[in-house]
């Protein structure tokens, strides 16, 4: 599961100013959107056009629409740059305002100043960024490779900006000698930070080399992104033999046809790279040459040929590098770790060795009971990669007596959602009424009006759930509109959505989620509540600007409550009977809740020891990427049954932009948080309305206004206990 505000997620650490490349990228998590073409577009090279024909730059005016949703419908490719250009243009006369101002700085005039500047250049970033991710083109693909070195560059000048500097450094010089609340303090403290570490204390030469840096970083997680976009669209593995699906639900083979005859295909089965696709086949066909096929393909994903990411890679670790040693760290890991929670690359690094040792130990348990079956069976072949999901969901059935595709008759996605809206109204009050005539960027794109039990207008919540060609892979959150308390108390509410790439409806049954993608929606939607019940006065501190390895505390948490057999009753209905499902089968899915978690702690532990290694390099000296792996693989022990959950040429969050890098170990850190604080949930009840109103008030409303931990113990009422997390998976008896 993924959270890219995603930067995104989250992957959405956006420190101070809205407008930071880095941040926004981070916050900003393709599909072919089909925008309506006017019939002047190209008035000022056609004379024929009259002025008044001229179509007006939607970003340029006040959204009308409700809620201020960006009107979708009425923005094309080419409102892009000029809105990109004109909000730089805008935000440098509101930059040099704050530094001509000749009154004392002060957190009015300065700091709250900046954060409130760049509205338009917000505007436009807010809908290019997440469309390039969900609902990309070639087009917009082009119009990044001129927009972002542009954006990257604004953002240098303004953080490495001597004057503006010097004005941020008077009030943090000057913070105890006035009485600031908490949130301000934090944001004073935050923003002088974010200047050193942008380059503020560097000499001309050197911050001159920092950007070019940076725009060189910027072109690379460009090209990193497009190889893996175009890999995974190139990919097929094509069926001629129906006998070859054997084992593969009726759903997925389904599917598979659909695709094959969108690709010319007809009358085979096409499976490709993304998830809804590659995992079924993984997880369910009987033949293991299909499977091996299929899961090579995704190991050497932008590997090779035009596509190939190993370049790239290479060309960006030495850059940071090079970034890292000219902002006074020694490596690009102790960079990044040293802002948030962990600190230091240690910290980080001691909480996965902790969990790694009894992972791989479970592994070695769970690799002796399915080649056990191998072995029953008289498969005479041992154990590899490819066969880990196959035969590990026939320990599930032998141990367990459940059986994944009886399961997901419960679970169609329309259901699921109910559900996840059932939990957001007894833990927090709140309701989710659909706005079907609400402005979206594609139509498979649902809008729902979000209030609270008085009535009040809360959020814009959006969900995008299923897979296209132009959009790229994973789950994650964002926001089309931020939020923040105006000077008159008046509140601007957000505009949040979820996206995913769960599996798609036939045309005889709806989507039917698999358990890991009914735990992704929790997923995604536990940031999406951060986004949307956040009370944070300011923009910069709102909803999931937080810390990197504070942010998947929200998410995290409520995917504990997708299994709970007192939400389960509610929204797990079988599709075809409306039956709901039977304590005999909840029972099961509860006893086998920590099923095969050896394997996926490795592989996610696994994944966030290789980020950082990668990130503790500290010379500019060549590295083969493969090679690299492969000691990495060896120094920590890791099975050969299992691989790394993401390899480097398409692990997306540490190299398709700096929002993970160094930091993917936090989806584990933020796993002790959630795993200790569900255990208040469990111990007082699961629904009880006071430890809600705690999670909420403490955490979901208060956004990054606090430092994290405080604001954790104050919801928990003590510090968390590494152990609930090995207990949450299974691995400490």
């Known amino acids: 599961m993924e959270f890219q505000t995603d930067f995104n997620p989250t992957e959405n650490n956006r420190i101070l100013i809205t407008f930071k490349i880095n941040q926004l990228l981070t916050i900003m998590k393709h599909h072919l959107l089909t925008f309506a073409a006017c019939a002047c577009i190209g008035a000022a090279l056609n004379s024929s056009c009259t002025m008044e024909q001229k179509k007006t730059n939607p970003f340029m005016e006040a959204y009308t629409t409700p809620y201020e949703i960006p009107p979708f419908e009425q923005i094309t490719p080419d409102d892009y740059l000029p809105a990109f250009e004109e909000g730089i243009k805008r935000q440098k006369a509101e930059i040099d305002s704050i530094i001509r101002n000749p009154e004392t700085p002060t957190f009015e005039n300065t700091i709250l100043a900046m954060d409130m500047s760049g509205e338009l250049l917000e505007k436009v970033a807010y809908v290019f960024f997440a469309l390039t991710e969900s609902n990309s083109s070639p087009e917009m693909i082009e119009i990044s490779e001129k927009a972002m070195p542009m954006y990257s560059q604004h953002s240098d000048e303004i953080m490495m900006n001597d004057s503006l500097f010097q004005r941020v450094k008077y009030v943090y010089d000057r913070i105890g000698e006035n009485e600031y609340t908490t949130a301000q303090k934090r944001i004073i403290e935050d923003t002088y930070k974010s200047f050193t570490r942008n380059g503020a204390l560097l000499d001309t030469d050197k911050k001159n080399e920092l950007m070019k840096l940076n725009l060189a970083l910027t072109d690379l997680y460009l090209k990193y992104n497009k190889n893996i976009l175009d890999a995974t669209n190139a990919f097929e593995l094509v069926v001629e033999d129906s006998t070859r699906l054997s084992g593969l639900p009726a759903s997925n083979i389904a599917v598979a046809a659909e695709e094959a005859a969108k690709r010319g295909h007809e009358g085979k089965w096409v499976f490709t790279l993304h998830a809804p696709s590659r995992l079924p086949l993984l997880q369910f066909a009987d033949d293991r040459d299909l499977r091996q096929q299929m899961y090579e393909g995704y190991i050497t994903l932008a590997s090779k040929d035009s596509t190939d990411n190993k370049p790239v890679i290479k060309e960006i670790v030495k850059n940071r590098v090079q970034k890292a040693h000219l902002l006074g760290f020694d490596s690009y890991a102790d960079y990044m770790t040293d802002n948030v929670m962990a600190k230091t690359v240690k910290n980080a690094e001691d909480l996965l060795m902790k969990i790694w040792a009894p992972a791989v130990k479970r592994v070695k348990e769970e690799v002796t009971e399915m080649q056990a079956i191998v072995d029953a069976e008289g498969g005479n072949f041992k154990i590899a990669p490819w066969d880990y999901y196959y035969y590990a969901e026939k320990v599930r059935k032998q141990k367990y007596d459940l059986d994944e595709n009886e399961v997901r008759q419960y679970f169609a996605c329309d259901s699921v959602l109910k559900g996840v809206f059932q939990m957001a109204n007894q833990l927090y009050g709140i309701t989710?009424?659909?706005?079907?005539?609400?402005?979206?960027?594609?139509?498979?794109?649902?809008?729902?009006?979000?209030?609270?039990?008085?009535?009040?207008?809360?959020?814009?919540?959006?969900?995008?759930?299923?897979?296209r060609d132009s959009k790229r892979q994973g789950a994650w959150m964002s926001e089309f509109k931020g939020s923040y308390i105006k000077d008159d108390g008046t509140q601007v509410r957000p505009v949040i959505y979820n996206v995913g790439n769960f599996s798609k409806p036939t045309a005889d049954t709806p989507s039917l989620l698999t358990l890991d993608e009914v735990e992704t929606m929790f997923h995604e939607f536990g940031h999406g509540l951060h986004g949307m019940l956040t009370r944070a006065k300011y923009k910069s501190q709102a909803g999931t600007n937080v810390d990197r390895d504070f942010v998947e505390l929200p998410s995290q948490i409520h995917e504990h409550w997708a299994m709970e057999p007192e939400l389960i009753k509610v929204y797990a209905h079988h599709y075809k009977t409306g039956e709901v499902m039977p304590d005999e089968l909840i029972a099961k899915l509860q006893a086998s809740s920590t099923h095969n978690q050896g394997f996926a702690t490795t592989e996610l532990a696994g994944a966030a020891l290789l980020d950082l290694q990668w990130g503790k390099i500290n010379t500019t000296d060549d590295v083969d990427v493969e090679e690299f792996e492969k000691a990495v693989a060896a120094k920590l022990g890791l099975p050969e049954e299992v691989q790394f959950r993401y390899r480097s040429t398409y692990f997306k969050h540490i190299f398709g932009s700096d929002g993970y890098a160094a930091g993917y170990y936090t989806y584990l850190w933020a796993e002790v948080l959630d795993a200790d604080g569900f255990e208040l949930f469990k111990e007082k009840g699961v629904f009880d309305p006071e430890t809600a109103k705690s999670f909420k008030e403490n955490i979901l409303e208060q956004g990054g206004s606090e430092d994290p931990m405080v604001l954790y113990v104050k919801f928990r009422g003590q510090n968390p206990n590494p152990d609930a997390l090995l207990r949450n998976r299974g691995l400490l008896k």
């Open 432 to 467: 989710f009424t659909e706005m079907p005539d609400a402005p979206k960027y594609h139509p498979e794109v649902k809008v729902y009006d979000v209030k609270d039990a008085d009535g009040e207008h809360v959020a814009v919540f959006m969900t995008d759930y299923f897979p």
